[in-house]
């Protein structure tokens, strides 16, 4: 089980107790100046005081339980209009949108994608990229936001 995978397991029932989703966490490893960064929605829209009320639960939580070792900082955040993607039923939900998706490792030569997400086949996102569909493996991407449009 991955770092990332402990600390869902951890703290998203805590995030759901409180009646808001974790959409996913980040955690950037930087030396002494490593953030935790929890995303979280909810039908409402989220407030800072939604994100300081998350923070004070999910900190006593870390302060106990301890997963991460070394300093760290905290974030909790709303998604925003360029929100990150998790998982393929993320993507799903994203059909027709605008992304931008890294892999760790290249396809065809390539490792950064920008196009329209067209759907999910199996364990892969289909992206088209000008007029070709490309199969991303789910396991294959490293991170991936959605483009907004201001049209």
Known sequence: MTKLQKLQDLLAPIVEALEFQ?????FLSQGR?????IYIEHED??????CELVSRQLSAVLDVEDPVSGEYTLEVSSPGMDRPLFTLDQFSAFIGQNAKIK?????????????LIRGIEEDDVVI???NYEYLL???LIEK????PNFD
């Open 22 to 26: 974790c959409w996913g966490i980040e």
């Open 33 to 37: 100046h490593s953030v935790l960064r």
């Open 45 to 50: 829209g989220i407030t800072v005081d939604d």
């Open 103 to 115: 892999l760790r490792a290249p396809i065809e030569e390539r490792r950064h994608f920008q196009g």
């Open 128 to 130: 088209q990229v000008d």
């Open 137 to 139: 493996p789910f396991e």
């Open 144 to 147: 991936a936001n959605i483009v």
